[in-house]
Antibody, heavy 121, light 107 residues
């Protein structure tokens, strides 16, 4: 059974960087779009970006200047770094697996439980 | 970015009711439309992918239809465990975008 688990600090200071890791079990990081999605408290879902197993990345243009997603296939993990955070980045952050229907077209079939990251001094 | 608009934003229904949620895309997305169910404090769960394909393990009372810009999610007979917020999501053109959600509440 495929499982995803986010880990990382729950509190980050403004202007610093947010770093999260997603550990994948029950499946290999291959042939999928491994994504990060966030949800501010009480609001909707926003896709942050993905990394393909080959290392190819694609980011939401709204966050592109601040986002880096990387993968460690040896550990079956992928990671998110979001720099220069503000209170607007406070959200539950989910990692998810994007299962392809076609090239660059996918649905999110497995999700982590989510981790709340609060940006505050 | 492709904008996804859901209606209604919330609805009240009774157990056994037939419920329909609508999602409209700001441009044609073919059938690259997915639906998710989210319960409070939980991660979203995939219900329907590619507009009308039922995700494995999801009850058959859920169905999806539509193409191009207009899509619907139907629950044929609402069950207590179906009370949740439902989101549509397009994957036709990056970035993938979600609708604002439809909260299905108990009447």
């Amino acid at each position: 059974q495929v499982q995803l688990q986010e880990s990382g600090p729950g509190l980050v200071k403004p202007s610093e960087s947010l770093s999260l890791t997603c550990t994948v079990s029950g499946a290999s990081i291959s042939s999928y779009y491994w994504s990060w999605i966030r949800q501010p408290p009480g609001k909707g879902l926003e896709w942050i970006g993905y990394i393909y197993y080959s290392g190819t990345t694609n980011y939401n243009p709204s966050l592109k200047s601040r986002v880096t997603i990387s993968v460690d296939t040896s550990k079956n993990q992928f990671s998110l770094k979001l720099s220069s955070v503000t209170a607007a980045d406070t959200a539950v952050y989910y990692c998810a697996r994007g299962a392809p229907i076609d090239v660059e077209k996918y649905f999110f079939d497995y999700w982590g439980q989510g981790t709340l990251v609060t940006v505050s001094s | 970015d492709i904008q996804m608009t859901q209606s209604p934003s919330s609805l009240s229904a009774s157990v056994g009711d037939r419920v329909t949620i609508t999602c409209r895309a700001s441009q044609s997305i073919s059938n690259y439309l997915n639906w998710y169910q989210q319960k409070p404090g939980k991660a979203p769960k995939l219900v329907i992918y590619a507009a009308s394909s039922l995700q494995s393990g999801v009850p058959s009372r859920f169905s999806g239809s539509g193409s191009a810009t207009d899509f619907t999610l139907t629950i044929s007979s609402l069950q207590p465990e179906d009370f949740a917020t439902y989101y549509c999501q397009q994957s036709y053109s990056p970035p993938p975008t979600f609708g604002g959600g439809t909260k299905v509440e108990i009447k």
